[in-house]
């Protein structure tokens, strides 16, 4: 494709669903739309915030299409795939909101999926105190490290939310990237994400990818 040139773009999807019409949630025909016409300039990179279990069906088309993938997951859910139960999504169907069981990580990984961290609750990390944050970010990459036998290296901010004191402990916790959503540059710990739902259109994407 001749992009071997052209730095990453890294995609951030949540839940997968061609029936729930909800905000974080996109139909698997138009994600892979959406993929399809992205990867014709650039080489991409899927992530999937939450680890929702509906994500996983669209990993085979992601493979084939070579588009490596990667999952990022809040621990505390992973123990027997619970509904992500956070305030913002009170109210929404638990069917839906199912995250991955250990079980299925692995499996995953062991496939080939990169599977990294998003913290342990999906909490608001700027408004953590101290020994919050440090149990946040450390509890979850070693809960990760323990449960598939291999390094935890990165993180996905939930909300896309940090600041110059959590990219500090995100350092020191031992990762060695991490992902916000609108912050582009050179500091591997406030790497940039694009956000992509239902509501984008491919060409839309393309737009959003190259603002």
Same mark, same amino acid.
């Given at each position: 494709?001749?992009?071997?040139?052209?730095?990453?773009?890294?995609?951030?999807y949540?839940?997968?669903?061609?029936?729930?019409?909800?905000? @974080?949630? %996109?139909?698997? /025909?138009?994600?892979?739309?959406?993929?399809?016409? +992205?990867?014709?300039?650039?080489? @991409?990179?899927?992530?999937? $915030? /939450?680890?929702?279990?509906?994500?996983?069906?669209?990993?085979?088309? +992601?493979?084939?299409?070579?588009?490596? %993938?990667? %999952?990022?997951?809040?621990?505390?859910f992973?123990h027997?795939?619970?509904?992500?139960? %956070?305030?913002?999504?009170?109210? $929404?169907?638990?069917?839906?909101?199912?995250?991955?069981?250990?079980?299925? +990580?692995?499996?995953?990984?062991?496939?080939?999926?990169?599977?990294?961290?998003?913290?342990?609750? &999906?909490?608001?990390?700027?408004?953590?105190?101290d020994?919050?944050?440090?149990?946040?970010?450390g $509890?979850?990459?070693?809960?990760?490290?323990?449960e598939?036998?291999?390094?935890?290296?990165?993180?996905?901010?939930?909300?896309?939310?940090? /600041?110059e004191?959590?990219?500090?402990?995100?350092?020191?916790?031992?990762?060695e990237?991490?992902?916000?959503?609108?912050? $582009?540059?050179?500091?591997?710990?406030?790497?940039?994400?694009? /956000?992509?739902?239902?509501? &984008?259109?491919?060409?839309?994407?393309l737009?959003?990818?190259?603002?």
């Amino acid at each position: 494709m001749g992009d071997l040139g052209l730095k990453e773009a890294v995609l951030c999807y949540h839940a997968v669903s061609p029936t729930w019409e909800h905000r @974080l949630s %996109i139909s698997p /025909d138009s994600l892979l739309r959406q993929v399809s016409l +992205l990867r014709r300039g650039r080489r @991409l990179r899927a992530s999937f $915030d /939450d680890a929702f279990r509906s994500s996983a069906t669209v990993f085979g088309e +992601l493979e084939r299409l070579g588009v490596p %993938i990667q %999952i990022f997951v809040c621990t505390r859910f992973a123990h027997d795939g619970a509904p992500l139960t %956070i305030p913002e999504l009170h109210g $929404d169907d638990p069917q839906q909101l199912a995250t991955m069981t250990w079980n299925e +990580l692995r499996e995953h990984a062991e496939r080939g999926v990169a599977v990294d961290s998003h913290g342990v609750s &999906h909490a608001h990390l700027t408004t953590l105190s101290d020994d919050e944050l440090r149990r946040e970010l450390g $509890d979850s990459k070693q809960e990760l490290e323990d449960e598939l036998g291999q390094p935890c290296r990165e993180l996905a901010y939930p909300y896309g939310e940090h /600041d110059e004191r959590v990219r500090r402990f995100v350092r020191e916790a031992g990762y060695e990237r991490a992902y916000g959503l609108y912050t $582009d540059g050179d500091d591997p710990f406030a790497l940039r994400r694009l /956000d992509l739902y239902r509501r &984008h259109t491919p060409f839309r994407a393309l737009l959003r990818l190259y603002a």
